[in-house]
């Protein structure tokens, strides 16, 4: 993949990818929580060409009501799907989160047993140890497990990209006690920081979107085709949440509510204005079957 030695050479060095390309300083602050034209031209920041398409896998699944999910919604059966996506591009692909094993899964039951897909998890695996880069939409278990809690750690480290606020998150105040690291283990991970936008590869870019955890942040992708892919994470569980500007009602997570809100409200106009801009909910069991039917997700992992 031809933006691999520029944008990932300098792992070992700690330096941060942006410096890679001898750009400018990262971009100044903007208004809160982005700016869709600046994304556009941060993804534009690394030449070569753009990806050929998105692949999506669910590999568990948590059932709850929606009303969890979408404060206000009705208590009507929910599903939450566990995914990873493949940014996949002539000559290799990236991943967007990297799944989690099987003991983590159980922490998100709370005492309940729920569905754990073994098969698709080491299709994660395998697609993990393939990868030419491993980006986080954020620090939680379910995104962040199968980079840490892996017999391929050595492997995985040196190409998974971590944020500082992620790193210090998982050093600090992880979720859970699973996916605590240490000062030694942070050390073998690609660590950048940056202001609000970030180049990550061709037609890539990163938004910092703290509020659903302090590292979380968005990941713009436009493929060679033109069509647009926004992942956002968690700052929405259903994209409901988004079409309502309603935030979560879970007693069992801490957000930024106030920066929540302002990122569904700027994620509801997009919604409106951008038909071209395909807004990716990372735990929308209904929204990844729409978007497989569609063509805009490819149902297996490559």
Same mark, same amino acid.
């Given at each position: 993949m031809q933006f691999l030695p520029a944008a990932f050479l300098l792992a070992t060095s700690g330096l941060h990818v942006l410096l890679a390309q001898g750009a400018p300083d990262p971009l100044k602050q903007q208004p809160v929580p982005g700016n869709l034209d600046e994304l556009r031209r941060t993804a534009r920041m690394i030449p070569g060409r753009r990806p050929l398409r998105v692949n999506v896998l669910k590999f568990a699944e948590s059932r709850r009501t929606k009303n969890f999910s979408v404060k206000g919604a009705a208590p009507e059966p929910s599903i939450q799907a566990r995914t990873v996506f493949q940014v996949v591009y002539a000559d290799g692909y990236i991943m967007i989160d990297s799944g989690m094993d099987e003991q983590v899964?159980?922490? #998100?039951?709370? =005492?309940? +047993?729920?569905?754990?897909?073994?098969?698709?998890?080491k299709q994660v695996d395998k697609a993990v140890r393939g990868a030419r880069a491993i980006v986080m939409t954020h620090e939680h278990g379910d995104h962040v497990a199968g980079v840490i809690r892996t017999p391929s750690v050595n492997e995985i480290a040196p190409k998974t990209v971590l944020t500082k606020t992620q790193v210090q998150t998982l050093l600090t105040n992880p979720q859970m006690p699973e996916i605590k690291l240490t000062e030694e283990m942070a050390k073998r991970y690609i660590v950048i920081d940056y202001?609000?936008?970030?180049? #990550?590869?061709? =037609?890539? +870019?990163?938004?910092?979107?703290?509020g659903h955890t302090p590292g979380s942040q968005m990941i713009y992708v436009v493929l060679e085709s033109g069509v647009e892919y926004l992942f956002i994470g968690d700052s929405a569980w259903h994209m409901d949440g988004i079409r309502q500007i309603k935030g979560k009602d879970a007693p069992w997570i801490k957000e930024d509510e106030a920066a929540l809100t302002t990122q569904l409200t700027w994620l509801n106009g997009l919604s409106h204005t951008e038909k071209n801009l395909v807004i990716v909910v990372s735990h929308d069991d209904e929204q990844r079957k729409q978007y497989i039917e569609r063509g805009l997700l490819g149902k297996a992992l490559e």
């Open positions: 899964h159980k922490t #998100f039951g709370r =005492g309940v +047993a729920e569905p754990y897909d073994f098969e698709a998890a202001e609000k936008y970030d180049p #990550f590869a061709p =037609g890539m +870019a990163l938004m910092k979107a703290a």
